[in-house]
């Protein structure tokens, strides 16, 4: 079981991550994108952006940075075979551009017993260089008991 | 600026639907481009091995390919501001057949004054629901 003691605890940020113009066109080829914010810079130029623009989800790969911090912690005790992801969100306070420089910093939103399993919620906040909120990503893990 | 009138849309209107087809490779695909590496996502021998029936996509990369329907009706992907999802049934990705997932998209709610309007997706696979609760928020 996760260790109750842990709700409220946060986390040092991250190193920073450098969004690469290439990335966020791999990633959105992955997630089957055709917008053309995300694949062509002329477009996500006159659509007054600097470069390209990272999908909606493109957030996750900087929350799973953050996540790791947490689950390699021995106090928070999470094992990460008997996780299962219950449900996700993404809060844009604007999209993520290929140029962003960006750190996250995790807090334990929540920690939650439910018929045997633990339900374990993160907030990672991510920030720019000039310390301002980029995106929220909220993520709440499942954690299977011992049955 | 799009070209959507705000003043012409209604809740429960249809935006959009469109149809993915999810393959292994599509999963391979996405495990380099997001960093995920869970062995369930591509090898069925490991997924079997933690009583899964096989191979099934990554809840993020069904996540992720279903707000395209709403990012292609708003027309500008940047103009997504809120996106949240349940992960309720998996989607299992045959080796030979892939897995086809149906997204259709309404409009759940309008914010005349904020120019923010909700979208309500739905996304079946095998005539299953596989998220739930799955919204996005979009700036006109």
């Known amino acids: 079981m996760v260790n109750p003691n842990v709700e409220g605890k946060k986390y040092p940020a991250t190193a920073p991550y450098l969004v690469g113009r290439e990335k966020i066109r791999e990633f959105a080829h992955a997630v089957m994108s055709t917008n053309p914010v995300n694949l062509d810079v002329f477009?996500?130029?006159a659509a007054g952006y600097t470069d390209v623009v990272a999908p909606p989800t493109f957030a996750v790969v900087i929350q799973e940075r953050s996540?790791?911090?947490?689950?390699?912690?021995?106090?928070?005790?999470?094992?990460?075979s008997r996780v299962v992801h219950g449900d996700?969100?993404?809060?844009?306070?604007?999209?993520i551009v290929a140029g962003d420089e960006l750190t996250s910093t995790l807090k334990v939103a929540s920690v939650k017993s439910l018929g045997g399993h633990s339900m374990?919620?993160?907030?990672?906040?991510?920030?720019?260089?000039?310390?301002?909120?980029v995106s929220t990503a909220i993520s709440t893990l499942v954690v299977r008991g011992d049955e | 600026m799009t070209h959507i009138n705000l003043a012409s849309l209604e809740v429960g209107q249809v935006i959009g639907s469109q149809e993915f087809l999810l393959t292994r490779d599509s999963l391979v695909r996405y495990a380099g481009a997001s960093g995920d590496f869970n062995p369930?996502?591509?090898?069925?021998?490991?997924?079997?091995?933690?009583?899964?029936?096989?191979?099934?996509?990554?809840?993020?990369?069904?996540?992720?390919?279903?707000?395209?329907?709403?990012?292609?009706w708003v027309g500008d992907a940047g103009k997504v501001i809120d996106y949240g999802v349940?992960?309720?049934?998996?989607?299992?990705?045959?080796?030979?057949?892939?897995?086809?997932?149906v997204v259709t998209g309404k409009i759940g709610e309008i914010d005349a004054?904020?120019?923010?309007v909700r979208i309500d997706l739905s996304v079946v696979c095998n005539e299953t629901n596989v998220?739930?609760?799955a919204q996005a928020k979009v700036r006109l």
């Open chain 1, 43 to 45: 477009a996500a130029q």
């Open chain 1, 120 to 133: 374990v919620t993160f907030e990672t906040e991510i920030f720019d260089t000039n310390n301002e909120l």
């Open chain 2, 131 to 133: 998220l739930g609760k």
């Open chain 2, 40 to 72: 369930i996502h591509y090898r069925d021998d490991f997924a079997q091995s933690v009583g899964l029936a096989g191979v099934l996509a990554h809840g993020m990369l069904t996540m992720g390919v279903a707000v395209q329907v709403a990012a292609n």
């Open chain 1, 88 to 95: 996700q969100r993404f809060v844009h306070v604007r999209p």
């Open chain 2, 86 to 101: 349940r992960f309720t049934k998996p989607v299992f990705v045959d080796a030979a057949l892939g897995a086809v997932v």
């Open chain 2, 113 to 116: 004054e904020n120019g923010i």
């Open chain 1, 67 to 80: 996540l790791a911090t947490v689950l390699s912690d021995p106090e928070a005790d999470i094992d990460f």
